[in-house]
C-alpha cells in the first residue's frame, strides 16, 4: 500500500486564495490545500446555494457553522447543522449540497476515501 507521508504543518486558513465555484443557484468559496493524494478546504456557501451537479467523490464534511441539506439523488436528506460530520466513500452515493442560510464546511477528501 502507498501512504504519502505528510510532514507537521499548521494551516493559516486566512493566507489560503479563496476560489468562487458558482452553483445551480448562490455561490461556494474555497480555501483549499492540496497535498499529494489529499485534499483539504474550508467551503462556504452563500444564503440559497443549491450545487450545480451530483458529486460521487468521497469526502468527509463537518459543518462549522449554518446549516446544508446533503441531498441524495436516491431521494435520501440530511440536514446537517453546526457540529455534525458525514463520511461517504468514492462512488458510495450520488450527493449534493444545499442550503437557505448559508454554511461554513471543512471538507477532507483523497485517495484515502477510495472504495
Given at each position: 500500500m502507498n501512504?504519502d ?7 493559516d ?12 443557484t448562490g ?5 483549499t ?6 485534499r ?38 440530511t ?7 458525514y463520511v461517504v466513500?468514492d462512488?458510495?452515493?450520488?450527493h ?10 471543512l ?8 472504495a
Open positions: 501512504r507521508v505528510y510532514p507537521y504543518q499548521a494551516i486558513w486566512a493566507s489560503v486564495p479563496r476560489t468562487e465555484h458558482k452553483g445551480e455561490t461556494s468559496f474555497w480555501r490545500v492540496q497535498l499529494p493524494g489529499l483539504v478546504r474550508i467551503v462556504e456557501y452563500t444564503e440559497g446555494y443549491l450545487a450545480d451537479h451530483w458529486c460521487q467523490k468521497g469526502h468527509i464534511v463537518h459543518c462549522l457553522d449554518g446549516e446544508f441539506i446533503n441531498e441524495q439523488e436516491n431521494g435520501a436528506r440536514v446537517m447543522t453546526k457540529g455534525m460530520t466513500s462512488g458510495a452515493s450520488s449534493r449540497s444545499r442550503t437557505e442560510g448559508g454554511a461554513t464546511l471538507i477532507v477528501d483523497g485517495d484515502f476515501l477510495k
